[in-house]
Protein backbone atom coordinates (compact mmCIF):
# COMPACT_ATOMS: atom_id res chain seq x y z
CA UNK A 1 0.00 0.00 0.00
CA UNK A 2 1.07 3.32 -0.73
CA UNK A 3 0.19 6.69 1.55
CA UNK A 4 0.33 9.57 0.74
CA UNK A 5 0.38 12.97 2.88
CA UNK A 6 0.06 16.61 1.86
CA UNK A 7 1.23 19.25 3.40
CA UNK A 8 -1.03 22.09 5.23
CA UNK A 9 -2.36 24.62 2.44
CA UNK A 10 -3.41 28.09 3.59
CA UNK A 11 -4.96 31.81 2.63
CA UNK A 12 -3.10 33.27 -0.16
CA UNK A 13 -3.87 36.68 -1.72
CA UNK A 14 -4.70 36.55 -5.35
CA UNK A 15 -1.98 36.84 -7.49
CA UNK A 16 0.41 35.55 -4.98
CA UNK A 17 1.84 31.90 -4.44
CA UNK A 18 2.04 28.94 -2.47
CA UNK A 19 3.88 25.33 -2.68
CA UNK A 20 2.51 21.93 -1.76
CA UNK A 21 3.57 19.10 -1.48
CA UNK A 22 3.16 15.29 -1.25
CA UNK A 23 4.83 12.71 1.04
CA UNK A 24 4.87 8.71 -0.37
CA UNK A 25 5.69 6.03 1.89
CA UNK A 26 5.40 2.25 1.26
CA UNK A 27 6.66 1.71 -1.95
CA UNK A 28 8.99 2.69 -4.87
CA UNK A 29 7.81 5.16 -7.26
CA UNK A 30 9.53 4.60 -10.34
CA UNK A 31 7.00 3.65 -12.32
CA UNK A 32 4.05 5.34 -11.01
CA UNK A 33 2.69 8.84 -11.72
CA UNK A 34 2.13 11.06 -9.37
CA UNK A 35 -0.63 13.83 -9.65
CA UNK A 36 -2.83 16.55 -7.96
CA UNK A 37 -6.02 17.40 -8.29
CA UNK A 38 -8.56 19.49 -7.03
CA UNK A 39 -12.34 20.51 -5.95
CA UNK A 40 -14.30 23.61 -5.39
CA UNK A 41 -17.66 23.70 -3.18
CA UNK A 42 -20.36 22.19 -5.55
CA UNK A 43 -17.80 21.43 -8.51
CA UNK A 44 -16.61 18.16 -9.55
CA UNK A 45 -12.81 17.48 -8.76
CA UNK A 46 -10.64 18.01 -11.51
CA UNK A 47 -7.01 16.92 -12.72
CA UNK A 48 -4.54 19.84 -12.08
CA UNK A 49 -1.03 18.25 -13.14
CA UNK A 50 0.94 14.98 -13.02
CA UNK A 51 4.81 13.89 -13.30
CA UNK A 52 5.95 10.81 -14.64
CA UNK A 53 8.29 9.47 -11.48
CA UNK A 54 10.77 7.90 -13.66
CA UNK A 55 11.13 10.58 -16.78
CA UNK A 56 9.91 13.98 -14.47
CA UNK A 57 7.58 14.21 -17.76
CA UNK A 58 4.91 16.67 -16.79
CA UNK A 59 0.97 17.28 -17.86
CA UNK A 60 -0.86 20.35 -17.07
CA UNK A 61 -5.12 21.29 -17.40
CA UNK A 62 -5.26 24.08 -19.72
CA UNK A 63 -6.21 26.37 -17.02
CA UNK A 64 -2.72 26.45 -15.10
CA UNK A 65 -0.31 25.16 -17.29
CA UNK A 66 1.55 28.24 -17.44
CA UNK A 67 1.05 29.25 -13.74
CA UNK A 68 2.01 26.09 -11.70
CA UNK A 69 4.73 24.02 -12.01
CA UNK A 70 5.01 20.09 -10.69
CA UNK A 71 7.92 18.31 -9.12
CA UNK A 72 9.24 15.64 -7.31
CA UNK A 73 12.22 15.30 -5.46
CA UNK A 74 13.35 11.13 -5.35
CA UNK A 75 15.60 11.27 -2.72
CA UNK A 76 12.64 12.21 -0.87
CA UNK A 77 9.83 10.63 -2.57
CA UNK A 78 7.85 13.72 -2.32
CA UNK A 79 5.75 15.45 -5.08
CA UNK A 80 5.40 19.69 -5.55
CA UNK A 81 2.71 21.60 -6.46
CA UNK A 82 4.47 25.29 -7.01
CA UNK A 83 1.34 27.20 -7.55
CA UNK A 84 2.17 30.92 -8.60
CA UNK A 85 0.04 33.86 -9.86
CA UNK A 86 -3.13 32.40 -7.92
CA UNK A 87 -6.81 33.61 -8.50
CA UNK A 88 -10.09 32.98 -6.40
CA UNK A 89 -11.00 30.59 -8.56
CA UNK A 90 -8.10 28.39 -7.74
CA UNK A 91 -9.73 28.22 -4.46
CA UNK A 92 -10.59 24.05 -3.66
CA UNK A 93 -9.35 21.43 -1.98
CA UNK A 94 -6.10 19.99 -3.36
CA UNK A 95 -5.59 16.43 -2.90
CA UNK A 96 -2.11 14.60 -4.47
CA UNK A 97 -2.98 10.79 -5.84
CA UNK A 98 -0.67 8.34 -7.11
CA UNK A 99 -1.42 5.43 -10.30
CA UNK A 100 0.95 2.85 -11.51
CA UNK A 101 -0.70 3.17 -14.94
CA UNK A 102 1.41 3.06 -17.48
CA UNK A 103 0.27 6.65 -19.02
CA UNK A 104 -0.64 9.58 -16.42
CA UNK A 105 -4.19 9.85 -16.47
CA UNK A 106 -6.40 12.70 -16.00
CA UNK A 107 -9.21 11.01 -14.66
CA UNK A 108 -9.46 10.53 -11.19
CA UNK A 109 -10.52 6.88 -11.28
CA UNK A 110 -7.66 5.94 -12.41
CA UNK A 111 -5.92 6.95 -9.43
CA UNK A 112 -5.32 3.90 -7.08
CA UNK A 113 -3.83 6.33 -3.44
CA UNK A 114 -4.84 8.84 -2.60
CA UNK A 115 -3.90 11.62 0.41
CA UNK A 116 -6.22 13.60 2.45
CA UNK A 117 -6.93 16.68 0.97
CA UNK A 118 -5.89 20.21 1.81
CA UNK A 119 -7.65 23.50 1.75
CA UNK A 120 -5.87 26.38 -0.77
CA UNK A 121 -7.83 29.84 -0.66
CA UNK A 122 -7.19 32.94 -2.74
CA UNK A 123 -8.72 36.02 -1.30
CA UNK A 124 -9.45 38.90 -3.79
Known amino acids: QVQLVESKGGVVQAGGSLRLSCAASGRTFSNYCMGWFRQAPGKEREFVAA????????YYTDSVKDRFTISRDNAKNTAYLQMNSLKPEDTAIYYCAATSSILCATSEYEYEYWGQGTQVTVSS
Open 51 to 58: IRWSSSRR
